[in-house]
């Protein structure tokens, strides 16, 4: 997508920049009109910025994070998981699952009821270790989500 709007860019320099070299390329063929180098301006500039402007608001950089890769280095002893990392999603409304080498497990209700796969298989054998900040912190992927709406 962002390929599209930095192509509209180009094409919009372009027009001006030709426009004003040689505004006669751009005669209507019914009228035998010339563009006037004003109305030229003023479209490439138009279309100019609404392309950087639909760049800025697809650049999924500028968007809060679909995803949160978390492991076991970070953790240290309060690692809840037999895998050493794992990849925290959540999806809207309020799905909160957990992605181990390619499989999803569900973190809360919500990813019970679409159908995610309990994920009891996937904790380690210490009882006394929680799952809460990782169904904290897929939940806030939504939250920031919620807040873009």
Known sequence: MQDVFGILSIISVLVFIIGMVNPKLFTDKKTGKV??????????????????????????????????????????????????????HCELPDIAYIEIGGLAYALNG?????????????????ENVSMADFIERAMKICLDKRKEL
């Not at 030229?40 to 402007?53: D, N, P, Q």
């Not at 890769?69 to 953790?75: A, F, P, R």
């Not at 919500?110 to 210490?126: C, E, V, Y």
């Open 110 to 126: 919500g990813a019970l009821r679409a159908g995610f796969t309990r994920g009891d298989g996937i904790r380690s054998n210490s």
């Open 35 to 88: 563009a006037d180098r004003k109305t030229l301006a003023i479209g490439s500039i138009a279309l100019f910025v609404i392309s950087v402007a639909f760049y800025a608001y697809f650049d999924e950089s500028l968007l809060p994070p679909n995803k949160i890769s978390v492991n076991k280095e970070e953790y240290g002893e309060r690692w809840p998981l037999v895998a050493d990392k794992a990849t925290l």
